[in-house]
């Protein structure tokens, strides 16, 4: 099994170092195991009362396999707060990949994940679609982006790259080198940055979005979510505002189930971002659109 526990933000972990009072504790114990419940209704009782979240990750990735060795050779990777992308030396765009070095053939079609966290969800990905899609994550911790990569050795997957990046700053000269078409861009929970004031930091910004609809050949498809209603909000509010470039997609398919506001009822990606499982255990609700750019 990886290494889980250590790729978890201390703010997401499921316990909390203070305790709360012994019947708040109860509360959170029954929500989550209704929680646990409603998603895994094929686990036993015990298990279901048993189980955290850092086991369902588990569990949800026991495909991939991964080793300990990182952990074991590189040290525990703690990630315990926000990055700041507005810091001076995070404003620097990266320099561009040699493509042809890390991946087997660049013509294959392009997914971008936008702040890939452990990348074990855009691992997943590739190792399902070698020989028709590359895949690159874009991620401003470099320690994540360097275990990523030690993992993407590991399974000596040849179409998936990850880039310690800030994405605001270095989406737009990546992609626009790429040789094949940007066919996905996904921008997962990205950090919530809650106070007003820190909206700025934000990773969904409108040069970003500009710069993804661009980038995108036409049929090109953006997906976003949040576990977080108000950043769900402000990414939407920034691609609907491109409506002459991109359309919903019930509105092209109006066989994809949406709920009255227009947030996609199921996740189309076939697995589920890290965050998405913590957030779904705690019982929370994923907000989330995707779009087309129009031909
Ligand atoms: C809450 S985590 C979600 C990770 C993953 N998408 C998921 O759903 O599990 C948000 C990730 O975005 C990264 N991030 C935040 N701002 C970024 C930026 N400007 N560019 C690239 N990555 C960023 C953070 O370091 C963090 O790993």
Redesign the pocket.
Known sequence: MGCISCAIPRFLRPTTTVSPPLKFQFFAFRCRTAAAAAVYPALSLPERDEIRSPELVAREYADLNLSDKFCQEVGHVRIRQH?N?LRSSLMVPVEVPDWDAVYNDTTLPLMVD????SGR?LLWLAKRNTGSRNYLG????PK?VKRAEYWVNELALKNIHFVF????VSFKQLVSTYPGPLVLVSI????PHFKKKHHKRR?VQKPLVESIVDGLVPGGQIFIQSDVLDVALDMRDYFDAESNKLAHIDCINPTIPCDDKGWLLNNPMGIR????IHAEFEGARIYRRMYQKQC
């Open positions: 990055v992308p936008i702040g890939s966290g969800f874009l991620e401003i911790r994540l990046a800030n994405a605001t997962l929970c990205p950090d990773v971002t890290e965050r998405e």
